[in-house]
């Protein structure tokens, strides 16, 4: 993209070498039988964590890799810069293994992490419910405290990794008459009695990514199981979302680039009317505007990404983040895809590819609509 990017040190970009090998390596060359499974292997998984490329900001005395908000948006960019699809690292390493660093009891860290770091277990969260969607304060699974059991009810859906994962962080009712107030987190070991998977769900892309319904019944775990305060989940929920919608956003622009390099490409080998497609004006035109709004989108960004690792980021500039990242790359994939003709609509080109896997990430994390509500309360 030919822009100074000074958000990174070179501890970062050590990272990104590494990662960058991992990806074309380990992971590339089993993306066509992760698709046909449905899901993505547990040795890529440990492999991925004897690398050191599982949970980089967990600190080094719980197993992780000590490091800052850059090294999560090293690797976040180099797998989707890849091409590898599926492969749920963030939901892992990103968004559920900080509640435990953040919220966790000194017990719970060194109880959990060293094998969440290592692969060895394996990480989902589950918020989503089949009747609420983003509204998280309307969730209905429940859990009664009985002695010093919690005893949870209930079902969630749209859970990435929710065939992979060995624990898994509930959202759920302690107080149901509270609305909000009565959110609390609970980790649920997926070897307890009364947890059922539900059926791999049918998405329109990604089809490596386990994303399943999970079901509770009965389902009893120790109440030093509770994450956090009983009935403070929705104030945690809402503190860490941010940083699940800042690194959608960051994979949203690295991906956006390096379609516009695979497009580019494209355009000047292809022949139409004795010509290249880069030579009709109607495409520099297109690729001219997909290029200002893909530095836009990096600029804007990097910025944010600097503010985050000082932890200075507030849920609005989250919100602006993900909202303007998504529905950009969103508008330039259609572009791209229409500059291929009709071979933009075939699954062997990454474009087609794009088109079908990154349309989600204008509705996970929350969708435009909920992003749009979050910064118009500041206007």
Known sequence: MNIHRTVYR????????TARRFFERECLPRQAEWDKAGRTDRETWLKAGREGLLCVTVPTEYGGGGGDFGHS???????????????????HSDITAPYIVRFGTEEQKHRWLPKICRGETIMAIAMTEPGTGSDLKSIRTSAVRDGDEYVINGSK????????????????????????????LIMVETDRAGFRRGRKLDKVGQPA???????????????????????????????????????????????????????????????????????????????ADVKAQAVAVRTMVD???????????????????????????????DEMVQLHGGYGYMLEYPIARAFTDYRITRVFGGTSEVQRDLISRKL
């Open 157 to 184: 859906t749209f859970i990435s990794n929710g065939l992979n994962c060995d624990m898994v962080l509930v959202a759920c009712k302690t107080d149901p008459s509270a609305g909000a107030k009565g959110v609390s």
């Open 73 to 91: 948006c090293v690797l976040a960019e180099e797998l989707h810069r890849s091409g590898v699809s599926g492969m749920s690292l963030s939901v």
């Open 209 to 287: 990514a386990d994303t399943t319904e999970l079901f509770f019944d009965n389902v009893r775990v120790p109440v030093d199981n509770l994450l956090g305060e009983e009935n403070k989940g929705f104030v945690c929920l809402m503190q860490e979302l941010a940083q699940e919608r800042l690194i959608i956003a960051v994979y949203c622009a690295a991906k956006l680039e390096r379609l516009l390099e695979q497009t580019i490409e494209y355009v000047k080998e292809r022949k139409a009317f004795d010509q290249t497609v880069w030579d009709f004006q109607n495409t520099k035109f297109k690729l």
């Open 10 to 17: 070179d501890d970062h970009d050590m990272l990104r070498e």
């Open 303 to 333: 910025y944010y990404i600097a503010e985050h690792m000082k932890r200075r980021i507030s849920v609005q500039e989250a919100a602006i983040a993900k909202l303007f990242a998504t529905e950009t790359l969103w508008k330039c994939i």
